[in-house]
Each structure stands twice: as C-alpha cells, then as structure tokens.
Nanobody, 124 residues
Framework: QVQLVESGGGLVQTGGSLRLSCAAS????????MGWFRQAPGKEREFVAS????????AYKDSVKGRFTISRDNAKNTVYLQMNSLKPEDTAVYFC?????????????????WGQGTHVTVSS
C-alpha cells in the first residue's frame, strides 16, 4: 500500500495553467502505475491521465489531450499533472491513484490506492 498526497490545486482563469503534484510514501514508487482522475460536482469520478512505471507510456482522456501532460519523477516519488489551456469544464476535485503493476490502466476500478484530492476551479 502507498500513501498519496496531492497538491497544487487552486483557482485559475480560463486559459490558465496549473501543475498538480502527487507525493507518494514508501520506497517502491517505481513499482506503481500512476493515474489522475477527477470528479466534478454531481458527476462520477472519471479518468484523466495515467503513466506506466518507467514513465515511457502515457494515456489521456480525449478531452485533455494536447492540454494536459502527466509525468513522474521516480527519484522524488512524485507524479505530476501539468494542465494548460484550462477550461471551466475542467473544474473538479483531482485525485491521484496508484496500482502496483506493470502496464497502464485507465479505469477507476483498476486502482487500489487513492489520495484525498485537490480542488481545481477554472473561472470563465
């Protein structure tokens, strides 16, 4: 099991940028596939992006492709989500998730460990 703590959320205007960070505890971070999900008020939690253990393979929700970039630093036990050209529909609580496995995963049920989330609000 890994403990996850997100940070970097906040209020930003349409077109602005934010970088979310997710710090993981433990010494086996490089064994985990990492993902970012988000949940808007009244909606289901949805996949945003994921990255494999080495950082060489990534996957994105269609609506964020070209605007968001997921990356990881295994030496710092941290995964990032760089969000550019933000839109009001990106407003949500963003969650970091982890699964000790090879490969890459895009479904919520694929992940076993979750952070508490960080709020992102994009004003129009």
């Amino acid at each position: 099991q890994v403990q996850l703590v997100e940070s970097g959320g906040g209020l930003v205007q349409t077109g602005g940028s934010l970088r979310l960070s997710c710090a993981a505890s433990g010494r086996t971070f490089s064994s985990y596939v990492m993902g970012w999900f988000r949940q808007a008020p009244g909606k289901e939690r949805e996949f945003v992006a994921s990255i494999n253990r080495s950082g060489g393979v990534t996957a994105y929700k269609d609506s964020v492709k070209g605007r968001f970039t997921i990356s990881r630093d295994n030496a710092k036990n941290t995964v990032y989500l760089q969000m550019n050209s933000l839109k009001p529909e990106d407003t949500a609580v963003y969650f970091c998730a982890a699964r000790a496995s090879s490969g890459i995963f895009t479904r919520r049920d694929d992940y076993l460990d979750w952070g508490q989330g960080t709020h992102v609000t994009v004003s129009s």
